[in-house]
Every structure is written in structure tokens, then in C-alpha cells.
T-cell receptor, first 117, second 117 residues
Framework: GAGVSQSPRYKVAKRGQDVALRCDPI?????LFWYQQALGQGPEFLTY????????KSGLPSDRFFAERPEGSVSTLKIQRTQQEDSAVYLC???????????????FGDGTRLSIL | AQSVAQPEDQVNVAEGNPLTVKCTYSVSGNPYLFWYVQYPNRGLQFLLKYITGDNLVKGSYGFEAEFNKSQTSFHLKKPSALVSDSALYFC???????????????FGAGTRLAVHP
């Protein structure tokens, strides 16, 4: 398909386990964003990549959260030593434009619903 | 600080009636505003954006939004609601601060729209 693809769609993990969430952006999209959406809330920014460079990670809640995009396409969000408060939907979005072209919308994937037991 | 407020948790409207979903914003400088819709267990779908120009913006699925600078509002509207419009609607503003940079979105908490037959 032509959209942003995220996997897995659902992930259940025990507290303390590490998890990895994958995002396949739309082909050719330079910008990639990760958001966290808690139940009943709007998405909150986690981190931003321009190609392979992570230019903004100000939204990552702790050093247990790590994101990478080594070849400028697929991205992985990793959470180490998961806690119950990490339970949320993690959304990935991509955009065609570089950061300076502010008019381009972000296109979102369907998200990964993470549940920590 | 830049922010978005959606004052209504839920909006109920009868099918065929006009609908309005409210959004107010607080930004420094010119706002860049977006509306997204989210269906259950899906990611966010882009509806429309305001960057500059006409205050009435037309978007997907018959939706439109009116930008009002003096009232700092960007309300979403549709002349005739459909049952299939029932979903969660998010207003968002582009974070244009230096620290925000790179165009991350700041979302409101969302408004659930329920259209009754």
C-alpha cells in the first residue's frame, strides 16, 4: 500500500521487558515523526527524523525510549524496561517535506497499541 | 506556550443537520492549523489545513473550517452531517517555536462526534 505502515498493530509485554515498534513511512518521505497517544488524549510528540538524522528528541519521556532510522527510511522505536505508564498507542507519521516547508501535512499510520502488564 | 483547546469532549448531532466542532489556539506568530479525524483503531487522517489566504478552508469529505484570527479559533464545520462522520476529531497547530522546530504538531485532546440517524 501507499500509506504509512506500522507493526505490530498490537503488542502485549510484561513490565520490565524491552519492546521494538516498527514504522515504514511513505516511500520518499523525508520527515518522520513518532507520537504517543494515551487513552482519551491527543497524540503527543516524541521525536523527529529528517532522513537518518534525529533532529529532535525532546518529547521522549525518559532514557528508556530510543528511536533510530539508520538508512533514512524504516524507523524503530525501542522502549527498554517497560513500565505500565508506557501503555499507549504509538503513532508514526511521515511527511514529504523538509522541516522548512511547513505546509505539508503529516500522514499517519494506524499505530501500535502497546499494553504493559 | 503554544496550545490547542477543544472545549467539547463530545458533540451530538442528527443526521442531515449542520455540525460544528470547536477549536481555539494559542501561538506566537502566524498559526498553521490542521484538522485530523480518527476512526476506531486507526491512525489519524488529514482533513484540511490553514496556512494563509482565505479564512474558509475546504477539505476532504465535505468538511470545511473557518479561521478567525481575532477569536483565535479554527472551527470545523459540515453543512449536512452523515452517520459515517461519527469519529474522533483532532485540531492541531504547528509548533513554530525555535525549541519546537521542524514542524511537530501540537494536538488538542480531541472531540468525539456522534451523528444520530
Amino acid at each position: 500500500g501507499a500509506g504509512v505502515s506500522q507493526s505490530p498493530r498490537y503488542k502485549v509485554a510484561k513490565r520490565g521487558q524491552d519492546v521494538a515498534l516498527r514504522c515504514d513511512p511513505i516511500s520518499g518521505h523525508v520527515s518522520l515523526f513518532w507520537y504517543q497517544q494515551a487513552l482519551g488524549q491527543g497524540p503527543e510528540f516524541l521525536t523527529y527524523f529528517q532522513n537518518e538524522a534525529q533532529l529532535d528528541k525532546s518529547g521522549l519521556p525518559s532514557d528508556r525510549f530510543f528511536a533510530e532510522r539508520p538508512e533514512g527510511s524504516v524507523s524503530t522505536l525501542k522502549i527498554q524496561r517497560t513500565q505500565q505508564e508506557d501503555s499507549a498507542v504509538y503513532l508514526c507519521a511521515s511527511s514529504l517535506a523538509l522541516g522548512q516547508v511547513i505546509s505539508q501535512p503529516q500522514h499517519f499510520g494506524d499505530g501500535t497499541r502497546l499494553s504493559i502488564l | 506556550a503554544q496550545s490547542v483547546a477543544q472545549p467539547e469532549d463530545q458533540v451530538n448531532v442528527a443526521e442531515g443537520n449542520p455540525l460544528t466542532v470547536k477549536c481555539t489556539y494559542s501561538v506566537s506568530g502566524n498559526p498553521y492549523l490542521f484538522w485530523y479525524v480518527q476512526y476506531p483503531n486507526r491512525g489519524l487522517q488529514f482533513l484540511l489545513k490553514y496556512i494563509t489566504g482565505d479564512n474558509l478552508v475546504k477539505g476532504s469529505y465535505g468538511f470545511e473550517a473557518e479561521f478567525n484570527k481575532s477569536q483565535t479559533s479554527f472551527h470545523l464545520k459540515k453543512p449536512s452531517a452523515l452517520v459515517s462522520d461519527s469519529a474522533l476529531y483532532f485540531c492541531a497547530v504547528r509548533d513554530m517555536t525555535l525549541s519546537g522546530g521542524y514542524n511537530k504538531l501540537i494536538f488538542g485532546a480531541g472531540t468525539r462526534l456522534a451523528v444520530h440517524p
